[in-house]
C-alpha cells in the first residue's frame, strides 16, 4: 500500500500526485507496465469517448469523459517525468506561452477586425513558430494518425490558402467525375487492385476530391459521411421491419426497391 490520504474532493496536485503513486513500486502493476505505445489507443478512445458527449450536449458525460482525457495527458507526462524530460508544469508552461504569442490581438498590439484576421494571424504565426516556410512544409506538418477525410480536408484548405484551388465547388466536381470515372476503368479492368492505377489508387483519388468538395463547400466529411452512416442505419432497419424473409433471398432488384421504399418512408 502506498502512503496516501483519501479526501472527499480532490485538487490538482491530489490529482497529479495519484498518478505518481499509480507508476512508483508499491502503485498498480497494469499502470507501471504502460508506456506510450501501449496506451496509444486509449488516449484514441477516451477522445472519441468526449466528443460523443460533447455531441449529445450531455453536460454529466462530458464532465467525465474530459477527466478522462486529462487522465491521458497526465499518464504521458509521468512517463516522461520518469525519464526526467519534462513534467505537468513544462507541458502547462508550453500550451501558455502558445496562446499568448498566437493571440497579440488580445496580449500585444496587433489589431483585428474579426475572426477570419485572427485565423489569417493564428496560421501565419503558427508556419514562423514552427520554422515552416513552404506550403509543403505546413502540409507535412497535418498529422498523419488524423482520419484521412480530415486529413485530406485540412491539406486541402492549406493548399487553398496559397492560391492553388478550384474556382468554386462546382468547378471541383469536374475533378470528381473525372475520378469516377478512372475508378470504373479501375474496376472494369480486373488488374491488381493494390497496382498502379488500381481500385486502391483510383478511390484514394476520389475520396480526396471529395473531400476537397467538402472543404469547399464549408462542410466538414467525417460529419457528413458519420451523418450518413446514421442515415444508412435508420434505413437498414427499416427495410429490415419490410422484409418477409432473410435479405439473401431477394434480388438485387428487389433490394433497390425495399431500399427506396425505405427511404419514401423516412421523408
Avoid at 487553398?160 to 469536374?174: C, I, V
Amino acid at each position: 500500500m502506498v502512503d496516501f490520504q483519501s479526501k472527499s474532493r480532490y485538487g490538482w496536485e491530489d490529482f497529479l500526485e495519484i498518478m505518481r503513486l499509480l507508476r512508483e513500486p508499491g502503485g498498480c502493476p497494469w499502470d507501471v507496465e504502460q508506456t506510450h505505445a501501449s496506451i496509444r489507443r486509449n488516449f484514441l478512445e477516451e477522445t472519441y469517448e468526449a466528443l460523443d458527449a460533447i455531441d449529445r450536449d450531455d453536460a454529466a458525460d462530458m464532465r467525465e469523459e474530459l477527466g478522462d482525457v486529462l487522465m491521458q495527458v497526465a499518464f504521458h507526462t509521468q512517463i516522461e517525468t520518469e525519464r526526467g524530460h519534462f513534467n505537468m508544469n513544462d507541458v502547462i508552461d508550453g500550451v501558455a506561452q502558445k496562446l499568448v504569442y498566437r493571440h497579440p490581438h488580445v496580449f500585444g498590439t496587433v489589431k483585428v477586425e474579426n475572426s477570419r484576421e485572427v485565423l489569417v494571424n493564428w496560421e501565419a504565426l503558427k508556419r514562423k513558430e514552427k520554422s515552416q516556410s513552404t506550403t509543403a512544409d505546413a502540409i507535412e506538418s497535418v498529422p498523419h494518425t488524423l482520419p484521412a477525410l480530415w486529413r485530406a480536408e485540412k491539406i486541402s484548405g492549406k493548399t487553398a490558402k496559397a492560391g492553388f484551388d478550384w474556382a468554386s465547388a462546382l468547378s471541383a466536381m469536374k475533378k470528381l467525375e473525372e475520378e469516377v470515372r478512372e475508378l470504373r476503368a479501375a474496376l472494369e479492368s480486373g488488374a491488381a487492385a493494390d497496382g498502379p492505377h488500381g481500385v486502391r489508387e483510383e478511390l484514394g483519388d476520389l475520396l480526396f476530391i471529395t473531400a476537397k468538395v467538402a472543404q469547399m463547400s464549408g462542410v466538414d466529411p467525417e460529419d457528413a459521411l458519420h451523418r450518413a452512416c446514421d442515415r444508412f442505419d435508420g434505413r437498414f432497419r427499416r427495410v429490415e421491419a419490410m422484409a418477409d424473409k432473410p435479405l439473401s433471398g431477394y434480388t438485387e432488384a428487389e433490394l433497390v426497391e425495399l431500399w427506396k421504399s425505405a427511404k419514401k418512408e423516412e421523408s
